[in-house]
């Protein structure tokens, strides 16, 4: 698939100092904005629609950031990393899920071999990253879609996890994902990178673990908690709380979901720290399968572009008739604009 055309997503200055820019990880529109989210904050940006003449959408600005903890009480405090992987938007709701992921220390260059080998032996836990938010969105003055924690018409923020309810410690029993919870995330281990809404579903895409060449995705059906409107729980569907589906992606992992009507569109990648394929696939009518499935051959839409250590796709979101926008973690310089802004890809959708 061929890039159409980049449009520039533009950051104010301080997020631009944080970096939030070049670890984009999350993407999703709504009405006239993009819904961003990166990897290092416990923040969601939206951006407004910059429009030519004929009304061409030419860009994304005006950023306006919401701090998870101002509508949730976070596990680990306002000021850990959410390390947001996924967003979705339906219904008058914007949701956020992080990673819930182990993270394992990096090698830095300037090491000696003992600080690097002790280093690449310590596993970290961050709560914050364990989490699903849902927040109720109202529209503000100017016609924007924004984030409230109670809506005029009662609806609430809410949060799932935290309290050893989280989508993982619901699969710790799981026979196909359970064993992976001890892993970090960039050696095959538990790592969700992909959310998406439909009706009363929602779908976790994971980046690992990859079971013999089969990504996994889970289905749940989050409600409010009956006795705490602050929290989510989750119900059952046929006697079970989650489904777990498994897709050949030709032995990728998810890196991102996407709606499109009663489809779901799938941005595929490597599953470890390595540059490689990068593939969308559609499953045709998942919004209205009933029962947990083997997906052996969902649809290949298209390769995409990607880099050797940079130019990461992490993020998709459906723009406009059929139109892809992708977005980028370690973008390459190219993609950085003077105005300190970032090129994002747009790519024309092959017809149904």
Known sequence: MIVERQIELLFRQDSQDAET???????????????????ETATIERLTEVTAADG????????????????????????????????ASEGGWLWAIGSHSLKRKRIKDDQS??????????????????ILVRLPLETGPDGLPVPVRRAADGRTAAILGGRGDSITDLLEHDPHVGPFLKIPSKDNGVDVEGVAVHGERLYVGF??????????????WPETDPHDDGRLTLRRLNGLRYHTHFLDLDGLGIRDLCPEGDDLLILAGPSMALSGPVRLYRWRDAAVRELPG????????????HGDGEDHAEGVAVIGDGELLVVFDSPAKSRHTAAGGMLADVFVLPVK
């Open 21 to 39: 820019h070049t670890n984009l990880s999350a993407v999703r529109r709504d009405v006239r904005c993009l819904w961003v989210a990166g990897d």
């Open 56 to 87: 061409t959408v030419t860009g994304y600005a005006d950023q306006a950031t919401f701090a998870l903890a101002d509508f949730v009480e976070l596990p680990a405090g306002p000021d850990e990393e959410a390390d947001i992987e996924g967003l």
């Open 113 to 130: 071999d003992a600080k690097a080998r002790k280093r690449l032996a310590t596993v970290v836990r961050e709560e914050n990253r364990y």
């Open 207 to 220: 980046r690992g673990p990859v079971l013999r060449g089969w990504a996994v995705l889970v289905e749940v």
């Open 294 to 305: 083997i997906v052996r051959e969902p649809e290949h839409v298209a390769d995409l572009p």
